[in-house]
T-cell receptor, first 116, second 115 residues
């Protein structure tokens, strides 16, 4: 079974600075998808960014980018120019690309605090 | 964009009663829906996966007779917590996916309190 590990329970960053959240995963599969989700105090899960394992190019979405290291099974999230609205729980998630295996496996989360 | 409506957002029920939570996809056909449970300050734990028109597949350790899942249409799935007990108090979240799409859309969650 796949596992997702987030080794940083809490992180903090000064507003406008850059922060990197870590995520590692364990799988024997070669094709899969990786996600970062944000859960603000409202508890609504919001997709931040997605990466297909077969793509070597790192995904980016505005201020959010990932460092995908397939051999190392690492998928870190970089948030640039941090804003107060970025404060939330961040969850890394894995999904197999195998047909019929569509469930997301989540990490334990990282609570990000933005310091004004 | 894709929207999933989850209702109710909060519910308080007495021990021994049943509670139904609805999850609706408003602008797409949700061929697969997922139900999660989240304890305070913890991650999302998948309870079950349901495909439209089929019986739900439950994760190990989840009591299927206690957590009844129905996915009778492409836009609606329900989770019924039967004979609720205080230990069932939790935050429940649904997620929906359209066939062929790797996008997962989440509901806003339901906070269940059993007294």
């Amino acid at each position: 079974a796949q596992t997702v590990t987030q080794s940083q329970p809490e992180m903090s960053v000064q507003e406008a600075e850059t922060v990197t959240l870590s995520c590692t995963y364990d799988t024997s599969e070669s094709d899969y998808y990786l996600f970062w989700y944000k859960q603000p105090p409202s508890r609504q899960m919001i997709l931040v960014i997605r990466q297909e394992a077969y793509k070597q190019q790192n995904a980016t979405e505005n201020r959010f980018s990932v460092n995908f290291q397939k051999a190392a099974k690492s998928f870190s999230l970089k948030i640039s120019d941090s804003q107060l609205g970025d404060a939330a729980m961040y969850f890394c998630a894995y999904r197999s690309a195998l047909f019929g295996n569509e469930k997301l496996t989540f990490g334990t989360g990282t609570r990000l605090t933005i310091i004004p | 964009g894709a929207v999933v409506s989850q209702h109710p957002s909060r519910v308080i029920c007495k021990s021994g009663t049943s509670v139904k939570i609805e999850c609706r996809s408003l602008d797409f056909q949700a061929t697969t829906m997922f139900w999660y449970r989240q304890f305070p300050k913890q991650s999302l734990m998948l309870m079950a996966t349901s495909n439209e028109g089929s019986k739900a597949t439950y994760e190990q350790g989840v009591e299927k007779d206690k957590f009844l899942i129905n996915h009778a249409s492409l836009t609606l799935s329900t989770l019924t917590v039967t004979s609720a007990h205080p230990e069932d108090s939790s935050f429940y979240i649904c997620s929906a996916r359209e066939y062929g799409n790797t996008r997962y859309t989440f509901g806003s969650g339901t906070r269940l309190t059993v007294v």
